[in-house]
C-alpha cells in the first residue's frame, strides 16, 4: 500500500514581538512531527515559551544540501514538517531554498503560512513608493563588489529594500553617496517590533551624520530601503552604448527596435538619437 507523503509547512516566526505569532503557525508547529530551524536553540526558546515539545532539526547556509535530501525521505515517508527561520518569514535572505526547490521536484506539497516579513513591514511604514519595489537581500561584504551592484541599480525605478549588518552599515551608505548621491532618500528601519524599534527617514547623507551621533544608532537588525531613481527624460547609458555598438553593424532602425525592447524603452528616442550621431 502507497504511503502518502507528507507536507512542508513554511511558517514565519515573529521578529521579536511573539505576539505576532499566529494561532495557526502555533498549530502546525504543535502538530507537525519534526521542525527544521535555522538556529535550533533559538528557535528552542520560542517552543518553550508556547509549550511546544516537537522536536527540532537543524536547517542552516552551511548544511542545507546536505541536510535537504535527510528531510526530504521523512515528507517522502509521510512525516509532515515544519520550516522556520529565526525571525520572519523562512527563504527571504533565509535557509531553504533547496529543501523546497527539491519538494516542489518530488512532488511534496508545500504549505506557506503568511506571518511577519522585515522587508515588508518596513516598507509599509517608510513613506517611500510601494506600488512597485525590488528587494535585493543583503549587499556584497566587500566594497569593490558592493559598489559595482549599486551601480547597477542606480537607475532602478523602483524602491529598493536591503537588508544590511549593523557593522557594515556606514559603509554601505559611503558607497551608496558616492554611486546614488548624497540627496537621495533613504528610510532606515531598525529593531522592528522590539523595544527599541526604530524608523528614521533622511537622505544619504543626513543618515550618515544621524548614526555617527550615536552609536546605538548603529545597532540592531536593519532594513535600508532606498527611494527610486530621478524621473530623467535622458536614456539609461547602457542602452546608449548597446545602441552605439549594434548601429555599427545593424541598420539604425533594427538597432533601435532591439534595444527599445531590451530596456523597455520608445524606439523612436533611439533612432533620433542615432541620427544625431
Not at 515528507?75 to 520572519?88: F, I, K, M, Q, Y
Not at 504549505?111 to 515588508?120: D, K, N, T
Request: aromatic letters at 6%.
Amino acid at each position: 500500500m502507497n504511503q502518502a507523503k507528507g507536507t512542508l509547512y513554511i511558517v514565519p516566526t515573529p521578529l521579536g514581538n511573539l505576539g505576532d505569532i499566529s494561532q495557526r503557525a502555533l498549530n502546525v508547529l504543535g502538530e507537525v512531527a519534526l521542525i527544521c530551524a535555522e538556529d535550533t536553540r533559538h528557535t528552542g526558546q520560542l517552543l518553550h515559551h508556547f509549550s511546544i515539545r516537537t522536536p527540532t532539526q537543524s536547517l542552516h547556509d552551511h548544511n542545507e544540501k546536505q541536510k535537504a535530501a535527510f528531510i526530504l525521505g521523512k515528507l517522502e515517508g509521510g512525516l509532515n514538517v515544519a520550516l522556520v527561520s529565526d525571525a520572519g518569514t523562512p527563504l527571504i535572505s533565509d535557509p531553504g531554498y533547496t529543501l523546497v526547490s527539491l519538494c516542489r521536484e518530488a512532488g511534496i506539497k508545500v504549505v506557506p503560512l503568511p506571518g511577519p516579513c522585515a522587508a515588508i513591514a518596513a516598507l509599509s511604514a517608510s513613506g517611500l513608493p510601494t506600488d512597485r519595489f525590488a528587494f535585493e537581500g543583503f549587499l556584497p561584504a566587500k566594497q569593490g563588489a558592493r559598489v559595482t551592484e549599486l551601480e547597477a541599480l542606480s537607475e532602478e525605478p523602483r524602491t529598493l529594500v536591503f537588508y544590511e549588518a549593523p557593522r557594515r552599515i556606514l559603509d554601505t551608505l559611503a558607497d551608496m553617496e558616492s554611486v546614488f548621491g548624497p540627496e537621495r532618500q533613504v528610510v532606515l528601519a531598525k529593531e522592528l517590533t522590539k523595544t527599541f524599534e526604530t524608523i528614521h527617514g533622511a537622505s544619504i547623507a543626513e543618515l550618515q551624520a544621524w548614526l555617527k551621533e550615536d552609536s546605538d544608532r548603529q545597532k540592531g537588525e536593519m532594513v535600508l530601503m532606498v527611494a527610486p531613481a530621478p524621473k530623467t527624460d535622458a536614456l539609461p547609458k547602457a542602452a546608449v552604448t548597446l545602441f552605439m555598438a549594434l548601429a555599427q553593424d545593424l541598420p539604425r532602425k533594427k538597432a533601435a527596435t532591439l534595444v527599445a525592447e531590451a530596456f523597455d524603452l520608445k524606439k523612436n528616442a533611439l533612432y533620433n538619437l542615432g541620427l544625431e550621431g
